[in-house]
């Protein structure tokens, strides 16, 4: 691996590059599905890609390829270069960024996830769906995958940056759904990552069990203006997309509303938001970001204030900021581990204090960072009234605006979540309309 | 291509001892390039390459797979066993055998047909055009605060071959360009997006439609940054050519894919019955000409057909593979696609629309006393009972047969069924080639169309 990159780099620069980018990254692991409750197919599954960027002058170009014997190389790194010569300047280009030391991150890497054997994998899944079946015989699993790998990366740049980083993750999920005398539940899913073999497979299927059942006989209500508790699934589909908000490129793009409003309360005093790229175990923990440099912990939102953006060299550049290791491609920004802090509710709590309201598991729908609007289906949906659960309701959908929902948010649990790169609790917000027939 | 037929040939004449019940190779080789424009400046321009073959194995009932990066015949061998194996441990795992339904085998080769190769067009050109495209939107002013302008195009090779002596050959292009805008005013940001593309050639970027396509966008982006959120609840609405598309592929396709309804969705059983409003025909099909979805030969080596979901109202087919055909005693559709070499091959969709009618779609808006002209789409989602749910760009206000003020922020739902049965008006208009990426645990691409059509739909809005 590393004597391709070294011989990418130096030709680049003999073809003419003024900097060159190179990265290698190779995985393997294995995938189980399952189709209709049983187990469908077994992978084996690997993969490896050579990507160079050249840069002539101010003109980047960029060449891939999964081919990796000598002339598949040579010829990758000359498409770069001769694509860079072909194409227009971007005039705020500054330039690729200088070696800088690496952080230790912890719980990134399970031996166990290496060495995992297809047997145990398929073990580990019929857990889950023996799991279901315990749990209830109504429920059908109608889509399952377990994927579990092992990735190394290096990363090196003309400018001295040279980086090497390795790690494991394990990804499952059920896609379920629950039948009753003719009656067919809407989906439900449940699904858990996770960087080691800690996964609770048992739980998991319980979880999608439980889930679709509640997904079966549903209540239509009227149309109401109430409180929405945003369950750790949706909380962290709320946060993640405004984390599109304060990624350095929507800003100098012009697309993000948090533009210039640095130092402002956008939220209420209960939310504090850090992008963590070296949180122990985190789904997005590395020791360096796509462009080569280091990951790190910013505070972005703190008791409810914007304090920064995350950047990349290129958008940190164009902003007059600095980067924060959230470089997604030389050019792009994308957030690391969102995590949200902790409140001072239980969730038992925030349910008991709500008179009338929808505790939201799953929504299907928009919540656009950039002009906010929160427009979509409510599913797995609970009517909650003078604080307890009641049932779950129907064709309910949840309209309203991001950036007020943050400035309506009324309490945050102490429980918290991983939910895809969210580490996030539940939430609950007023004044949100929920509309039906 | 022979060599690579040979090479993949001699991979199962070589392990043929093993005891297989069945076994194919996809071998798959991809080129693609890219440019992002943005305000003016090529930010990104990228070419890479993918190549791999991917190997099922039919073993003790059961399915193993693994893929491989080289065409070396040791590697394949190598590779082969050890789906071979996988399918051994998946057997263990699995109660039912899986079984096959029998297709006609064939040895095809075929191109997809278009006028001017993009894979030959100089790089100037095809930034020329992205540069236009993005100068055509930004001329709007001011008002315009962020532009991304994506012109993709590739080509691609796939061969099968099967232990049943199938060998087929497929190639085609892509083209395909994709337009974002974001107007913005006194703090108020407004989003707006449109592509086109498909089994094309540069051909359909030589005239006006990319350019026509910036002006929509921009239009679209700068006349709704003063629209705000309408009333929400059940309303009578008219669908435009694009969102019937999505509902279609949203709303009914997926529940009519075979491996849904085998599991248990809203259309299993329901053969025979009606489904839809007798307005209403329903057609999947791999082949109109140039559709994102092209798939003359699916991923199993079946020979694609056309498939009449719903014909007048009436659920008469579902899409298969042959191991759903098998199960549901029904035939081959040639529905079974893989996102590329390195995943089995699953139940798709592939360019799906509505048969058109006799209304001119003016009439069907003059002859709507309230509701809204629904136009354009940012995407949706389905649900195993057929509740979908889409997000409209442009919602306008409908009363007395005329078009008022437009909305935007509008998201549709409701239930496949209860909506199609609402269709009381269809369009002699039609319209296909709205290409998308359906997601479904695998990507593939899809395309979809029809005509104007009026039904009944929540509206997502202000209580």
């Known amino acids: 691996m590393r004597s391709i990159v070294e011989y990418a780099l130096k030709y680049a620069q003999e073809r003419g590059a003024t900097e060159v980018h190179v990265s290698f990254s190779r995985s393997r692991g294995y995938k189980v599905e399952v189709v209709s409750d049983a187990i469908s197919n077994v992978s084996y599954i690997q993969s490896a890609r050579l990507s160079v960027i050249a840069i002539v002058g101010k003109k980047l170009g960029a060449a891939s390829t999964n081919s990796l014997d000598e002339r598949e190389v040579k010829k990758c790194v000359e498409r770069a270069v001769d694509l860079a010569k072909a194409t227009t300047e971007n005039p705020r280009w500054s330039g690729l960024p200088e070696p800088r030391e690496y952080p230790v991150v912890e719980g990134t890497y399970d031996k166990r996830i290496a060495e995992l054997e297809p047997e145990e994998a398929v073990e580990l899944l019929k857990t889950s769906l023996e799991e279901v079946k315990e749990t209830s015989r109504k429920v059908v699993v ?205 969730i038992e709590e925030i349910i008991r204090e709500t008179k009338k309201g929808l505790f939201l598991s799953r929504f299907s729908g928009k919540m656009s960072s950039i002009d906010g609007i929160v427009s979509g289906s409510a599913k797995q949906a609970f009517l909650v009234e003078n604080g307890e659960k009641k049932y779950p309701v129907r064709e309910c959908m949840v309209v309203g605006n991001l950036y007020e929902f943050l400035k309506n948010i009324s309490a945050v649990s102490k429980e918290r979540k991983f939910k895809w790169t969210a580490l996030t609790p539940v939430i609950k917000i007023e004044n949100v309309n929920i509309v039906t027939k | 291509m022979s060599e690579v037929v040979d090479v993949l040939n001699k991979v199962l004449e070589s392990t043929s001892s093993l005891g297989y019940e069945y076994a194919d190779l996809r071998y798959e080789y991809r080129e693609g390039f890219s440019i992002e424009v943005r305000k003016g400046v090529v930010e990104a321009s990228q070419v890479g390459i993918r190549r791999g073959v991917g190997i099922r194995v039919l073993a003790d009932g059961a399915w193993g797979f693994a893929s491989a990066e080289s065409l070396e015949l040791e590697e394949l061998r190598n590779a082969l066993e050890r789906a071979f194996k996988l399918a051994k441990t998946s057997a263990k795992a699995r109660e039912k055998r899986v079984e096959l339904a029998e297709v006609k085998v064939y040895r095809d080769r075929v191109f997809s047909r278009v006028k001017e190769n993009p894979v030959d067009v100089p790089i100037e050109e095809k930034v020329g055009l992205a540069l236009e495209v993005d100068r055509r939107i930004t001329s709007y002013g001011d008002v315009i605060k962020d532009v991304s302008v994506m012109y993709l195009d590739g080509s691609f090779r796939k061969v099968f071959v099967s232990s049943e002596g199938a060998e087929i050959v497929v190639e085609g292009v892509r083209t395909y360009l994709r337009v974002y805008a974001t107007a913005g005013e006194a703090g108020k940001l407004s989003p707006a997006y449109e592509a086109i593309g498909g089994v094309k050639g540069f051909e359909i970027y030589r005239g006006e439609e990319p350019f026509q396509l910036a002006k929509t966008v921009a239009e679209r982006a700068i006349g709704l940054l003063k629209a705000s959120l309408p009333k929400g609840g059940l309303s009578t609405v008219v669908l435009d050519n694009k969102l019937l598309a999505l509902i279609v592929h949203e709303a009914f396709g997926h529940c009519a894919e075979a491996d849904l309804v085998i599991s248990g969705d809203i259309l299993t059983g329901k053969i025979g019955q009606k489904v839809a409003s007798e307005l209403v ?183």
């Open chain 1, 142 to 346: 109608m889509q399952g995958l377990l994927s579990a790998s092992k990735g190394e990366v290096i990363l090196a740049n003309s400018r001295g940056v040279w980086g090497e980083d390795r790690g494991t993750s394990v990804s499952a999920y059920l896609v379920t759904v629950a039948k009753e005398s003719g009656v067919v539940g809407s989906f439900a899913s449940e699904d858990a990552v996770s960087r080691s073999l800690d996964v609770d497979f048992r739980e998991l299927g319980r979880r999608a069990a439980e889930k679709a059942l509640e997904s079966l006989h549903l209540k239509p209500v009227e149309s109401f203006k109430g409180s929405l508790i945003l369950d750790y699934e949706v909380a962290a589909f709320l946060f993640l997309n405004l984390a599109r908000a304060y990624s350095g490129d929507s800003v100098w793009r012009g697309s993000s509303p948090l533009r210039n409003r640095l130092g402002e309360q956008i939220a209420v005093e209960a939310i504090t938001v850090v992008d963590n790229g070296v949180l122990p175990r985190g789904i997005s923990t590395s020791k360096f970001d796509a462009e080569g440099s280091p990951r790190q912990k910013t505070l972005v939102i703190e008791k409810g204030v914007l304090k920064t953006f995350i950047n990349n060299s290129f958008t940190a550049n164009i902003l007059g900021m600095e980067p924060t290791g959230n470089a997604s491609s030389l050019l792009d920004v994308a957030p690391s581990n969102t995590v949200i802090e902790g409140g001072d509710y239980t």
């Open chain 2, 281 to 463: 025909t329903i057609v999947d099909d791999p082949e109109p000409p140039n559709a994102n979805g092209w798939t003359p030969y699916d991923d199993e080596g079946v020979r694609a057909r056309k498939v009449f979901i719903v014909e007048k109202g009436i659920l008469k087919e579902y899409m298969q593979s042959r191991e759903t055909a098998a199960v549901l005693g029904m035939e081959p559709t040639g529905n079974a696609r893989a996102q590329d070499y390195s995943f089995v091959p699953i139940v798709r969709m592939r360019n799906t629309y509505m048969m058109p009618g006799d209304w001119d779609p003016e009439e069907i808006i003059r002859e709507t006393r309230e509701g809204f002209y629904l136009k354009g789409a940012f995407g949706g989602q389905a649900d195993a009972n057929g509740d979908f749910m889409f997000s409209v760009q442009e919602a306008w206000r409908i009363e007395s047969g005329e078009i008022k003020e437009p909305y935007r922020g509008v998201t549709v739902s409701g239930n496949a069924i209860e909506v199609l049965k609402s269709v009381d008006a269809v369009g002699k208009d039609f319209k296909i080639g709205f290409p998308g990426t359906c997601g479904k645990g695998q990507m593939a691409p899809v395309d979809g169309g029809g005509p104007h059509i009026r039904c009944k739909i929540i509206v997502g809005g202000r209580r």
